[in-house]
């Protein structure tokens, strides 16, 4: 609320109430979802990659240099899905404010509305809105739904990368088969 009071007037008129409601409920409780799963998952994640590096190293330094091969390259995939994906994640928080603020003021004008006969227009501007968050959500939803397989891929691919340099490392007796395994 601090926020929202030092804001200029101009802000305010440059937007609707339910641009700023929605932003104070929706954009806030989005950010506090986040923030509440980022800060375990960072945590955990920190110590699962710390622990699982030592444990590669220890075992040998060759084939964590290969399974790590493929960090690049799922960064780069995730960099790239991500970059299109908020394009479209900030416009479904765009619209969804648009469309608050809409039904807010059909809500709280609903009086004129009716007297000057426009409630087809305010259900026309309604459903263009709601198209727009439609396309925009599902566009969204299907680039980030892309991860989990490119995901999958990119670990399938490391998986069979450490099996045919850990298969040509054995045939050497550089290796073990166990190191195989163990990776």
């Given at each position: 609320t601090n926020k929202i009071n030092k804001l200029p007037i101009s802000y305010f008129d440059k937007k609707t109430n339910g641009e700023v409601l929605s932003l104070v409920t929706n954009d806030?409780?989005?950010?506090?979802?986040?923030?509440?799963?980022?800060?375990?998952?960072?945590?955990?994640?920190?110590?699962?990659?710390?622990?699982?590096?030592?444990?590669?190293?220890?075992?040998?330094v060759i084939m964590t240099l290969i399974a790590l091969l493929i960090v690049p390259l799922s960064l780069f995939l995730i960099g790239?899905?991500?970059k299109f994906s908020q394009k479209h994640f900030?416009?479904?928080?765009?619209?969804l404010a648009e469309i608050n603020g809409t039904i807010e003021e059909m809500y709280s004008g609903h009086n004129v509305?009716?007297?000057?006969?426009?409630?087809?227009?305010a259900i026309n501007e309604f459903n263009?809105?709601?198209e727009?968050?439609?396309?925009?959500?599902k566009k969204s939803q299907f680039l980030s739904g892309l991860m989990h397989p490119i995901m999958g891929f990119?670990?399938?691919?490391?998986?069979?990368?450490?099996?045919?340099?850990?298969?040509?490392?054995?045939?050497?007796n550089s290796i073990s088969f166990g190191v195989i395994i163990a990776f």
């Amino acid at each position: 609320t601090n926020k929202i009071n030092k804001l200029p007037i101009s802000y305010f008129d440059k937007k609707t109430n339910g641009e700023v409601l929605s932003l104070v409920t929706n954009d806030v409780d989005t950010l506090s979802q986040n923030i509440d799963q980022c800060a375990t998952q960072l945590i955990t994640n920190i110590i699962t990659v710390i622990g699982i590096l030592i444990m590669m190293l220890s075992i040998d330094v060759i084939m964590t240099l290969i399974a790590l091969l493929i960090v690049p390259l799922s960064l780069f995939l995730i960099g790239f899905v991500a970059k299109f994906s908020q394009k479209h994640f900030k416009n479904q928080q765009d619209y969804l404010a648009e469309i608050n603020g809409t039904i807010e003021e059909m809500y709280s004008g609903h009086n004129v509305v009716k007297v000057y006969n426009g409630t087809t227009k305010a259900i026309n501007e309604f459903n263009v809105l709601n198209e727009k968050l439609y396309i925009s959500n599902k566009k969204s939803q299907f680039l980030s739904g892309l991860m989990h397989p490119i995901m999958g891929f990119i670990g399938n691919f490391g998986y069979v990368m450490v099996c045919i340099v850990g298969a040509l490392l054995v045939n050497n007796n550089s290796i073990s088969f166990g190191v195989i395994i163990a990776f």
